[in-house]
């Protein structure tokens, strides 16, 4: 019996310019935006569409990624089946899972009618197993890096020619920021114009190799109430926030292209201010919701004083910006800087915000440290930081990685399912 399957990875991405906006609720719901500031238009939110443009950094694979094997065989029983981290999951009817499927089996079956040859795996049912290497309760979005796995794994198993950009469609229905890791480097999501939304789509910037010495250090900030779901929050903000037209219509536009001039001029200043401008930009349109959405919490806040005082005294004695944090729906930092200032970075995180899970330290940065590397600039007011430090766990844990590559074809020896298609490790 004809079996085929194909084994991914993909990566995490974290945004610069927000995608503040999108929503995955029933296509009968529509929202309300303003369209180039002369009129309210409708968008179609079952399609996830985005009010606004948005740009991130594709994280390097080595340290987090979803893999995913997806495998078809006429001689499975009817109906598909999907594993997360050796768990079944239901595909639910109309669900997002089962929209991205529907489109890609649709693409499979234009290539079988071109080519009479090829085997008609688009009537075959399909079995996905996928597994994240980083836990949920890392606080980051496994729904990126698996969804954009999900569509790449089962793109290659099809053998279909769509470009990474036609497949960014697809993924973008499972989960809006799922497009952007389909590339690695820098990558926009431009947010088009059409109601059909076949123009929302992810584009590359920059490749990886362009800026390698873009690094990213993630400050997991425990978060004991979970406040709005991020899909239900940004509901309320475009039904309610005034702020966000002004955001959508004249702050991102321009910041967009601006961040794009930063990359491609490995300008870490332009793209460091315009990453923190944009983050407290976003996190002022969830305070102007009604209600009022806090995703920051006192220890978000204290990592932001102790960036914006690293910056201030490198400025202050003539260098240039040495970091740049960038928050979305949540209290977790992400701090990007460059490879050079990441020992002083990782010292001063580690001991202001002491963790209770060990830091792993994959580039050697507090090992190899010295007291030269590891010191803050001149002039830096410690008096920023409470007295004393953070207690322990305030941060719980940080994940030091960079700029990445992206999706990765890998060999069917790492393949996740049994020739029975199960997984060959159940939860
Ligand atoms: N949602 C969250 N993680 C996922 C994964 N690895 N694959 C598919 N969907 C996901």
Same mark, same amino acid.
């Given at each position: ?235 309320? $903000?475009? &039904? #309610? %926030?005034?702020?966000? !037209?002004?955001?959508? /219509?004249? *702050? =991102?536009?321009?910041?967009?292209? +601006? ?110 440290? $010295?007291? &030269? #590397? %590891?010191?803050?600039? !001149?002039?830096?007011? /410690?008096? *920023? =930081?409470?007295?004393?430090?953070? +207690? ?36």
């Amino acid at each position: 019996m004809a079996r085929f399957e194909a084994t991914v990875s993909a990566p995490v991405n974290i945004a610069c310019i927000n995608a503040s906006c999108v929503s995955r609720n029933p296509a009968t719901v529509l929202i309300l935006f303003q369209c180039a500031h002369r009129y309210w238009g409708k968008r179609n939110t079952a399609l996830i569409l985005p009010t606004n443009s948005s740009l991130s950094v594709t994280l390097s694979q080595d340290h987090l990624r979803s893999t995913t094997t997806s495998s078809t065989s006429e001689g499975y029983e009817q109906g598909d089946r999907l594993w997360l981290n050796g768990k079944e999951e239901e595909i639910t009817k109309g669900g997002r899972t089962e929209v991205c499927l529907a489109a890609l089996r649709k693409w499979r079956r234009e290539v079988e009618e071109k080519d009479s040859t090829a085997a008609k795996m688009s009537e075959w049912p399909l079995r996905i197993a996928s597994f994240n290497n980083f836990p949920t309760a890392a606080g980051l979005a496994s729904s990126a890096s698996g969804l954009a796995a999900l569509v790449y794994s089962v793109s290659q198993l099809y053998v279909l020619p769509q470009t990474p950009s036609q497949l960014s469609l697809i993924a973008r229905q499972g989960s809006g920021s799922a497009c952007r890791s389909l590339f690695g480097g820098f990558v926009a999501w431009e947010m088009g114009q059409r109601d059909d939304g076949a123009d929302s789509l992810a584009v590359q910037v920059a490749e990886r190799d362009h800026w390698p010495e873009m690094h990213a250090l993630i400050c997991v900030v425990s978060d004991a109430k979970k406040g709005t779901s991020s899909t239900s929050g940004m509901q309320k $903000t475009v &039904a #309610t %926030s005034t702020l966000l !037209q002004h955001r959508i /219509n004249h *702050v =991102v536009p321009d910041r967009m292209s +601006e961040i794009s001039r930063a990359i491609a001029a490995k300008d870490f200043n332009g793209f460091a201010s315009i990453t923190m401008r944009d983050s407290n930009s976003f996190h002022a349109v969830c305070l102007d919701t009604a209600p009022p959405i806090f995703y920051l919490n006192d220890v978000s806040r204290a990592i932001i004083a102790v960036v914006e005082e690293m910056n201030r005294a490198s400025l202050a004695s003539g260098g240039g910006l040495l970091a740049a944090y960038t928050f979305d729906a949540g209290p977790n930092a992400v701090i990007y800087a460059l490879e050079e200032n990441m020992p002083m970075i990782v010292s001063t995180i580690n001991e202001f915000f002491p963790q209770t899970l060990d830091f792993p330290d994959p580039f050697n940065m507090l090992a190899a440290a $010295t007291a &030269a #590397t %590891s010191a803050r600039p !001149q002039g830096f007011n /410690n008096s *920023v =930081v409470r007295e004393g430090g953070w +207690e322990k766990g305030a941060v719980s844990r940080l994940i030091h990685t960079c700029v990445g590559d992206g999706p990765r074809r890998l060999s069917d020896e790492e393949g996740l399912l049994t020739v029975e298609g199960v997984p060959k490790t159940l939860a």
